[in-house]
């Protein structure tokens, strides 16, 4: 049975843990908005931290493997939506 919070009574306290880090993910974070952030800061007074942040924002593996980790947290969260729907028709 799933609970209110989508959490069943038979999941253990791994699975809990999971998705609430993924639902701490889940707050629209991206490489690509943090990269134009940094662009901009750059801009106004090009401290060299920040240029070092930008070419590891600006790294196409590390942008790949972001575009990955948020392609697969999206398809997870429409596989837990499908299933909490499933279970309440099945009620």
């Known amino acids: 049975m799933i609970e209110e919070?989508?959490?069943?009574?038979?999941?253990?306290?791994t699975d809990v843990s999971g998705h609430l880090w993924?639902?701490?993910?889940?707050?629209g974070y991206s490489i690509e908005r943090d990269r134009d952030a940094?662009?901009?800061l750059?801009?106004?007074?090009?401290?060299?931290?920040?240029l070092?942040?930008?070419e590891w924002a600006s790294d196409p593996q590390a942008r790949f493997l972001d575009r990955a980790?948020?392609?697969?947290?999206?398809?997870?969260?429409?596989?837990?939506?499908?299933?909490?729907?499933r279970a309440k028709r099945g009620r």
């Open 52 to 54: 070092e942040l930008y």
């Open 22 to 27: 993924r639902e701490g993910r889940s707050d």
């Open 5 to 13: 919070d989508g959490y069943s009574e038979a999941m253990d306290a």
């Open 42 to 50: 750059i801009a106004s007074d090009a401290d060299p931290f920040e």
């Open 69 to 85: 980790r948020r392609s697969r947290l999206g398809q997870y969260r429409r596989r837990l939506r499908r299933s909490q729907e």
């Open 38 to 40: 940094l662009a901009r």
